[in-house]
């Protein structure tokens, strides 16, 4: 990869390459999302914790996608960490790592919902209801 004379490395990071790698990580923690979910026992408590996941995940974008907008073009990997030159500019790594996680968190999220919705629908004496 090339470097720029900050020594940060090009092309750099695009909302679409962030949005899709946050997704396909998302989709590989579906499952550990369900197993999470169905170790926790007590109905409220599963209720409560995929709810807490969903939150989560909404707050990770909205803040994500603040620090991509604030750092104004100036988008740059984890590992370009090394050549941030303030701590004002700490925002342009913290950025893409925020809706990054964000996207994880919102596809874990939709799992969350629609396990919640099992979970809150499942009958008593179900295993599903705990």
Do not use: C, K, N
Not at 56 to 64: C, E, I, P, R, S
């Amino acid at each position: 990869m090339a470097l720029d004379r900050d020594g940060v490395m090009l092309p750099r990071l695009r909302p679409t390459d962030v949005a899709r790698r946050g997704v396909a990580f998302g989709l590989l923690g579906v499952v550990p999302l369900m197993v999470a979910t169905l170790s926790i026992s007590g109905h409220s408590d599963r209720e409560e914790f995929l709810s807490v996941v969903g939150a989560v995940a909404g707050l990770f974008v909205v803040v994500g996608a603040g620090f991509w907008w604030a750092s104004a073009g100036d988008i740059r990997r984890v590992r370009d960490w090394r050549t941030l030159t303030s701590q004002a500019a700490s925002v342009t790594v913290v950025g893409p790592a925020f809706l990054r996680s964000g996207l994880f968190l919102s596809v874990l999220g939709a799992a969350a919902l629609g396990l919640y919705q099992l979970v809150d629908t499942a009958p008593y004496g179900s295993w599903l209801r705990g």
